[in-house]
C-alpha cells in the first residue's frame, strides 16, 4: 500500500502576549505579573541567584526548606497551602534556587504570606533535616547507578574543567556532613532578595498582584552578597572520552557543541538547524539511527542555556555492538547539515514545529510561568517572545546553512561515550583517538 501523502501545513498563528505589569521593590525584588485567565488559578515562580553555592548544602536546603518556619510546622504549611487549593516547592539548579507554587487566585494573598514566612523564618528543624539528608543521600546513589546519569556526569567535568558548572551533584559523604546550623547559615547568605525575581501568572489584574506582593514581601530582606558565574569556558573538542562501565548491554552517546545566548543573531537560525539534525521526531538523526538502522529509540538533541553560557547537547542511548555505526552516523549527519544546505521543505516543518512549540509553551498558565521566569532569568522579558518568533520565521535556508556550518560542524563537538570499553574501544578507534577512564573517575 503506498503511503498517503500529508496534508499542507496551516498558517502559523499569530503569538498573542498576555498584558503584564512589573515593579521593583525597595528591596530589589522585581515583580512580574502576567494575566492568564484560562482557570482561576495563579502560577507563582521565585528565582533567587544561587550559583557557586556549597553543592551539598544547597541541595538539601531546597529539600529543607518548607521543613517549618519559627510560627508553623511543616504539616502546618502544608495545611494551609491545602485550604487556598494550593501547594508549594523548592529546587536547585546551576544557576538558581527556585520555589514554584500554586493555588486559587482568590488565595494569592494567603500564599504570598505563606511564601514570605518561608522566607525570612525557615527554621530547618534537626529531624526534618536528618530525613531529608538521607533521603537526598538515597536518591544520589540510585542517580549514580544510572547510565544517563554517569554520562552526563562525564560530559559535564569533560566541557566544563574548574568551573562550578562542572559538577552539579554532590557526593554523598558531602551530604551526610551538612547540619541544621549550616543550612540556616547559608540561608541567611543567598535567600535575599536582591537580584531575586518573582512571576506571577493567572486570574488576577497584574497590578493588584504587584499590590499584594508588595504587601507580603516587601519587608523581606537580606544581609546576604550577591555571587557571580564565570563564563563558560569554550569548548575543546579533544580526543573522545570514553567512560569504562565493564558489563554494560548499552552504551551512551553524549556530544556537546558550541551554542548562542537567546539574544544573539544566530539563535533562531541555530534552533532550526539543531531541529533540522535531531531536535524533534521528523529530524534527520532520529530518520537515520532510529528509523532506518533501529540502532535507539529515541535520540534527542536540544539547545541548553544557562546564566554562563549555551550549549547543544546531542544524546542517544544505543546497544553496545553498535556503538561505533551509531557514532559515524551521529557524525555524518552534522557534517551533512554542516556543508549541504536543507531542502526548503525542511526548513518549513521545523519553523512550524518551532512556531508551534511556542504558542504550546504559552497555552497554559504554569507554562506561562516557567517561560517568563527563565527569560527574567536571563534578564529578558515576555516581549523577547515575539521577537524571537519573527525571527523564526523570517530565518532562510541561508541563515540555517550558515548556522550550521558554524556550529554543528562534528569537528568542533566534545564527545564521550559511556560502555563496556573490553567491547567498544577497538570500533570505536578506527573513528578517532579516544581517552579512557573509569567510570567511577
Do not use: C
Amino acid at each position: 500500500m503506498s503511503a498517503r501523502p500529508l496534508p499542507p501545513l496551516g498558517p502559523t498563528r499569530r503569538l498573542k502576549l498576555p498584558s503584564q505589569a512589573e515593579r521593583t521593590l525597595g528591596n530589589g525584588l522585581t515583580v512580574i505579573a502576567v494575566r492568564r485567565t484560562a482557570v482561576p488559578l495563579v502560577e507563582l515562580r521565585l528565582w533567587m541567584p544561587f550559583g557557586r553555592a556549597h553543592l551539598a548544602r544547597g541541595h538539601l536546603l531546597a529539600q529543607t526548606m518548607l521543613s517549618g518556619t519559627e510560627t508553623m510546622s511543616s504539616v502546618q504549611i502544608a495545611a494551609e497551602l491545602q485550604k487556598i487549593g494550593g501547594g508549594l516547592s523548592a529546587g536547585l539548579d546551576p544557576d538558581r534556587l527556585m520555589l514554584s507554587g500554586t493555588g486559587l487566585a482568590t488565595g494569592l494573598d494567603r500564599l504570598l504570606e505563606i511564601l514570605a514566612e518561608v522566607l525570612t523564618g525557615a527554621t530547618y528543624p534537626a529531624e526534618w533535616v536528618a530525613t531529608e539528608r538521607d533521603r537526598l543521600v538515597d536518591g544520589i546513589q540510585v542517580a549514580r547507578s544510572q547510565p544517563a546519569h554517569l554520562a552526563r556526569t562525564a560530559l559535564l567535568k569533560r566541557i566544563y574543567g574548574r568551573h562550578p558548572y562542572a559538577v552539579q551533584t554532590p557526593e554523598p559523604e558531602q551530604v551526610r556532613a551538612v547540619r541544621p546550623a549550616a543550612l540556616r547559615t547559608l540561608h541567611a547568605q543567598r535567600v535575599h532578595p536582591a537580584g531575586a525575581v518573582l512571576v506571577l501568572v493567572g486570574d488576577v489584574r497584574p497590578e493588584r498582584a504587584l499590590d499584594a506582593a508588595e504587601k507580603a514581601l516587601g519587608g523581606w530582606s537580606g544581609d546576604g552578597y550577591a555571587t557571580e558565574l564565570p563564563p563558560a569556558p569554550p569548548l575543546v573538542s579533544g580526543p573522545l572520552l570514553l567512560v569504562d562501565r565493564p558489563g554494560s548491554v548499552q552504551s551512551s552517546l553524549r556530544l556537546a557543541l558550541p551554542a548562542v545566548p537567546r539574544t544573539h543573531p544566530d539563535h533562531a537560525a541555530l534552533q532550526l538547524a539543531n531541529l533540522i539534525f535531531g531536535g524533534y521526531f521528523s529530524s534527520r538523526w532520529v530518520e537515520n539511527i532510529r528509523e532506518d538502522k533501529g540502532y535507539t529509540y529515541g535520540p534527542h538533541s536540544l539547545v541548553e542555556h544557562s546564566v554562563a553560557g549555551s550549549l547543544l547537547v546531542a544524546a542517544a542511548e544505543v546497544a553496545t555492538e553498535v556503538t561505533a555505526p551509531a557514532l559515524l552516523e551521529t557524525r555524518y549527519e552534522l557534517g551533512r547539515l554542516a556543508t549541504v544546505a536543507p531542502t526548503p521543505d525542511e526548513l518549513e516543518q521545523a519553523r512550524q514545529y518551532a512556531l508551534g512549540t511556542l504558542q504550546l509553551g504559552v497555552s497554559t498558565q504554569a507554562g506561562l510561568a516557567s517561560l517568563v521566569s527563565a527569560y527574567a532569568g536571563n534578564g529578558l522579558r515576555l516581549d523577547f517572545l515575539s521577537e524571537h518568533a519573527a525571527r523564526l520565521a523570517r530565518a532562510s535556508v541561508d541563515d540555517v546553512a550558515a548556522a550550521a556550518a558554524r556550529y554543528l560542524a562534528p569537528a568542533r563537538a566534545v564527545t564521550v561515550v559511556l560502555g563496556d570499553a573490553e567491547r567498544i574501544a577497538d570500533s570505536l578507534g578506527t573513528l578517532t583517538s579516544i581517552e579512557t577512564t573509569p567510570v567511577s573517575a
